[in-house]
């Protein structure tokens, strides 16, 4: 456990979508920084479990997002059996990619549900009471993709976009009461559901490079930009989008791949 400006002793966070990939890194970074971790997860129990034990037996609840009102009555379950809240980390999202004329009216909704309504329903209930206590700290995993977005991820790259814009507007509402609220945007993250494409050798060229650090990211990557978010370290640090992208969004790395080429990957 760390002491000082970045120790996260006596706070309790509660990580959205945390059983696997860039949630669960940082669940256990919260962990390692002293913080009492609430892991949520959707049908993975046993990589719940698994996080849960690692972060010292840290409470597990799951929910799914993709239904309206599932996100109102976790955050009531939460508070109400497992709280108070000093950190919300929104991680929880879906992606899931279709032509764009495909983009039917029920694939878009389930991204709006899981990917924005949540964020807001998680927010209305967890930041007034840390409004209230004078302190609190959310962080909301973006995307590259609501900078660059892709046809076949319409739903996903929007919803993006205005949580960003949400977390942005609530900021301006609650950072005097000592709340702040942020966004860390990854780039192309290497993490389970993606490994099999990672593991075609022409794939992993074609992502390295077109980033200037000339490797694809890890969960690991997006841990000490939250942690420093989530600190009193960045008390004067809200409504700011961080890129963790390996300097994607600066322009594609010397000698990339010509434009035709559009191989994509996005953690």
Known sequence: ?????????GRRAFVTG?????????????????AQVVVHHFGDPAGAADVAQAAGGAVMVEADFTRGGAAEALAADVLANHGPIDILVA????????????????HVMAHV?????SLLALAQHLVPPMAARGWGRVVATGSVMAERPRAETIAYAAMKAA????VRALAREVSASGVTMNVVSPGAI??????????????????????????????EDLVGPVLF????????VTGADLPVNGGWTIGDA????????KTFANG
């Open 1 to 9: 456990m760390t002491s000082g400006r970045f120790s996260l002793e």
């Open 18 to 34: 945390a059983s696997s990939g860039i949630g669960r890194a940082i669940a256990l970074g919260l962990f390692e920084q002293g």
């Open 91 to 106: 991680n929880a999202a879906i992606e899931r990619r279709v032509p764009w004329q495909e983009a039917s009216a029920p």
């Open 113 to 117: 549900n899981a990917n924005f309504l």
């Open 163 to 166: 949580q960003l814009t949400a």
């Open 190 to 219: 290497e993490v389970e559901h993606n490994a099999a494409r990672y593991a075609d050798p022409a794939f992993r060229r074609a992502v390295t490079a077109k980033i200037p650090a000339g490797r694809a990211g890890s969960p």
């Open 229 to 236: 978010l989530c600190s009193d370290a960045a008390a004067y």
């Open 254 to 261: 010397p000698g990339a791949l010509p434009a035709e080429d």
